[in-house]
């Protein structure tokens, strides 16, 4: 499977350390350590987390080619204060590189060569005018590629015209049972339950599928006409930053795999409860130590 993903790359900065992140790039790096083909589309600052930020790309194995170097502006970070059950508060702080992410014609041209299944994005990115644009330029120059839009939606850093929009561009949208709720109040819709809830917007906006997390709760998964629920498993939860995402990469793993829709969603509501038993987003693991979680 070939991916290109559009996002922030930024430091999450815990009280004990800082590692690296962005909602996208999370995906991005969980996508490659599956063993899929992903160039990821950002920037960092010409400065020392920039180039702290290339040096873990590259240990991660994702190629840093279409990840512009920004004078004058600093590499992304966020605050991230942790509760007491693991769930993170965050604080973004902006304007940052990752804002003025560009491609060149050129660029353009040999990504739509290299033919990527797969456009992810999310909605924090897409809070600037610059990176709206450009993902509009990639959904033009890669007609081939489903999109994936991840919602996470983030205090300050989304508006329902924005939502619309990049639901509107979506063949598959993933969400969580909190966001499910406020884009209906948002929309002024009737609240109804997570099933009817992604069957009448899949129908609407014409998605593939909807695929609704529930943390520790698992997951719930309508696809063409198709819904099941997904439990999860009970790990000791060190933070949940990334796990969203890793679940995300699982989700189109399984989909690249051509599983079955249980299976899918088994799967990556394995890897999604692996990460968040580790620190970071993007924690080093094997994809065989998710086939050994249990539920007690």
């Known amino acids: ?176 049972d909190t966001e499910a709720v406020q884009i209906q109040r948002m929309f002024g819709r009737p609240l109804l339950d997570a099933a009817a809830f992604a069957r009448s917007f899949a129908v609407e906006f014409g998605w593939e599928a909807v695929v609704i997390t529930r943390g520790a709760q698992g997951c719930a998964v309508w696809r063409q006409g198709e819904w099941i629920e997904a439990p999860g498993y009970p790990v000791a939860v060190v933070d949940t930053v990334g796990a969203g995402d890793a679940f995300a990469a699982a989700f189109l793993h399984g989909l690249a795999e051509g599983w079955e829709l249980a299976k899918i969603a088994d799967f990556a509501n394995r890897v999604g409860a692996l990460i968040a038993s580790r620190a970071g987003a993007v924690p080093h693991w094997q994809p065989e130590e998710c086939w050994a979680l249990e539920r007690s």
């Open 1 to 176: 499977m070939k991916i290109a993903a559009i996002g922030e790359i930024l430091w999450d900065v815990f009280p004990d350390g800082e590692h690296l992140g962005g909602a996208v790039f999370n995906l991005a790096a969980h996508a490659r350590r599956l063993g899929h083909e992903v160039f990821f589309i950002s920037a960092v600052g010409e400065d020392a987390r920039g180039k702290a930020a290339l040096a873990r790309m590259a240990e991660l194995g994702l190629a840093a080619r279409f990840v512009r170097r920004v004078a004058g502006q600093a590499t992304g970070t966020v605050s991230v204060r942790l509760d007491a059950t693991g769930q993170p508060d965050f604080t973004i702080h902006r304007p940052a590189a990752y804002d003025y992410a560009d491609l060149s014609e050129e660029d353009l041209a040999e990504l739509a060569a290299w033919r990527p299944g797969w456009l992810c994005f999310g909605t924090l990115h897409q809070m600037h005018p610059a990176a709206r644009a450009l993902t509009g330029k990639l959904i033009e120059a890669l007609p081939g590629a489903r999109r994936f839009y991840d919602v996470n939606l983030r205090k300050q850093s989304y508006t329902p015209e924005l939502v619309l929009e990049l639901m509107s561009v979506a063949n598959i949208v993933k969400l969580n």
